[in-house]
């Protein structure tokens, strides 16, 4: 498998892991196991943060362009 792949397969991965840990987060109770799993999503979301910009850097992601400020104001 090739790593432009590979690296996207992860990225995926972790995006998806990273709206899982939010929804744990969200339905925890026990202040001491949320913050835990706060600290294990921060960490993911580093991880996929620094893996996106080595992914942009080597052309495996090509991020959505910027939208222009009109389309932002009929948006809203």
């Known amino acids: 498998m090739q790593e432009k792949y590979m690296v996207n397969d992860v990225l995926s991965t972790l995006k998806g892991s990273i709206q899982n840990y939010a929804t744990v987060i969200s339905e925890a109770s026990n202040p001491q196991f949320r913050q835990a799993i706060q600290q294990i999503r921060n960490n ?33």
Do not use: R
Not at 54 to 74: F, L, R, S, T, V
């Open 44 to 76: 993911c979301e580093t991880f996929q943060y620094d893996l996106y910009k080595m992914a942009e850097q080597k052309g495996y992601y090509k991020p959505a362009e910027n939208a222009e400020p009109e389309d932002i104001q009929q948006v809203k």
